[in-house]
């Protein structure tokens, strides 16, 4: 196990902001570029709504703005600061400035693995007590940088970035089973004062 800060274990490209807006983005139909923001994100922060991003098409980023896979999004503004992997993307993405973009060098960590650590007791207690502002709560760029890690061998992390994603996709669906059944049984309910 490896004590190590965030810092240690960025390429060379690092970490840093999403594209900063001039103004609220206005979706076009035909973009060809979608833009992830704070509302797309759903499931506790574990996941994105990519079939329903905002497009654009007007605007030319910077090669570095767009998203690959293993890139982690992290929330720095506001309560719930919360690490996010990128997955395999069917069309070019780029986050907007709410966060902050994180490439690691996958030979010392595994991006499943540093998002998960990430949204841990441990790193949230650090991530509450580094934070400033009154009005909205946000994390600065070296505050994150100097976040300590806990970095064990590359296979630990593989087999915990795994067992996380299924638990995640076990919470998700029985989420969904709860929601089903309610709404089922709420029409029963329905059902037997209209036939009534």
């Known amino acids: 196990m490896y004590k190590m800060t965030i810092n240690e274990v960025i390429t060379k490209e690092g970490l840093f902001s999403g594209y900063s807006f001039r103004e609220k983005v206005e979706h076009n139909p035909n973009g060809h570029v979608g833009i992830i923001q704070m509302k797309d994100i759903f499931n506790d922060y574990s996941s994105f709504d ?15 703005f767009y998203l690959t896979k ?7 503004k506001g309560v719930n600061n919360y690490a996010i992997v990128i997955g ?10 709410t966060f902050f973009i994180i490439r690691v060098n996958k030979e010392k ?5 540093l998002a998960w650590f990430m949204n ?3 790193a949230q207690n650090y991530f509450s007590e580094k934070k400033a502002g009154t009005y909205v709560p946000n994390l600065n ?12 061998p590359l296979k630990i992390q593989n087999y915990i970035a795994k067992t996380a994603i299924l638990l995640n996709q076990e919470v998700s669906i029985l989420e969904k089973i709860k929601t089903n059944r309610k ?11 209209k036939n009534d």
Not at 50 to 63: A, E
Not at 109 to 113: F, L, S
Not at 141 to 152: C, H, S
Not at 183 to 193: D, G, K, Y
């Open 88 to 97: 395999n993307v069917a069309f070019p993405i780029v986050a907007s400035a």
């Open 70 to 76: 293993g890139d982690i999004l992290f929330v720095s």
């Open 120 to 122: 841990q007791k441990e």
């Open 109 to 113: 960590i595994i991006p499943e693995y």
């Open 183 to 193: 709404e089922l049984i709420q029409a029963q309910l329905i059902n037997l004062i």
């Open 141 to 152: 760029k070296q505050d994150i940088m100097d976040l300590p890690l806990k970095v064990p």
């Open 50 to 64: 990519f079939l329903n991003l905002d497009k654009v098409s007007d605007i030319l980023f910077k090669d570095k």
